[in-house]
């Protein structure tokens, strides 16, 4: 148990579905993530938010769109998604951005499977 | 451009020593991380290294050489709870970490 909690665990979608993921984390951290990972691939950072702020976007297609109410809390909205975005989608935070030696702490994730 | 190496595989056997490379190049460097990804787990994290040398933290070791952009994982006396993918991270100048794609690490008795 990391402190940072996914849901739903699995999700099977079709192309024209719409569905959220939920992340939440009891940790007090200011700075929160969104990553994709694929087998045998790095993770790919997706979104960054510091302090209810998003400060990075890595090209991430418009049909992932981020939300982030308050600090302990990250959804990542999906709507027309492709095959190719089956994936696992892992949630992370950690204290802050900008120290790098403050780790990262990552929920179980939510395996994605789009049919 | 940026890129992290480590083998995709590795076998060892129980009770023995195995030291999973990774070499790396990112624009900026502001660290190098390892961690610990069991089958359909969340990564946990293992280490931290910024300054050359070796940090030792019980059967776990991570070393860091910043000239030759290369680190690698030393584990100790290895058991069969191990076994799981070993991912190495560099933190860039923009403190973003870019991450390998792992190393699969089959313990075997």
């Known amino acids: 148990e990391t402190g940072v909690t996914q849901t739903p665990r699995h999700l099977v979608m079709g192309m024209t579905n719409k569905k959220s993921l939920k992340c939440e984390q009891h940790l007090g951290h200011n700075a929160m993530y969104w990553y994709k990972q694929s087998a045998k691939k790095p993770l790919e950072l997706m979104f960054v938010y510091n302090f209810k702020e998003q400060t990075e976007n890595n090209s991430v297609p418009s049909r992932f769109s981020p939300e982030c109410p308050n600090s302990s809390h990250l959804f990542l909205h999906l709507h027309t998604l492709q095959p190719e975005d089956s994936a696992l989608y892992l949630c992370?935070?950690?204290?802050?951005?900008?120290?790098?030696?403050?780790?990262?702490?990552f929920g179980p994730g939510t395996r994605l499977t789009v049919t | 451009g940026q890129n992290i190496d480590q083998p995709t595989e590795m076998t060892a056997t129980e009770g023995a020593i195995v030291q999973i490379n990774c070499t790396y190049q990112t624009s900026g460097f502001n660290g190098l991380f390892w961690y610990q990804q069991h089958a359909g787990e969340a990564p946990t994290f293992l280490s931290y290294?910024?300054l050359d040398g070796l940090e030792e933290k019980g059967r776990f070791s991570s070393f860091l050489s910043r000239s030759k952009g290369y680190s690698y994982l030393l584990l100790k006396e290895l058991q069969m709870k191990d076994s799981a993918s070993y991912l190495c991270a560099s933190m860039d100048s923009n403190y973003q970490l870019i991450w390998g794609a792992g190393t699969k690490l089959i313990i075997k008795p």
């Open positions: 992370a935070s950690s204290q802050d951005l900008g120290q790098p030696s403050y780790e990262q702490y």
């Open positions: 290294n910024v």
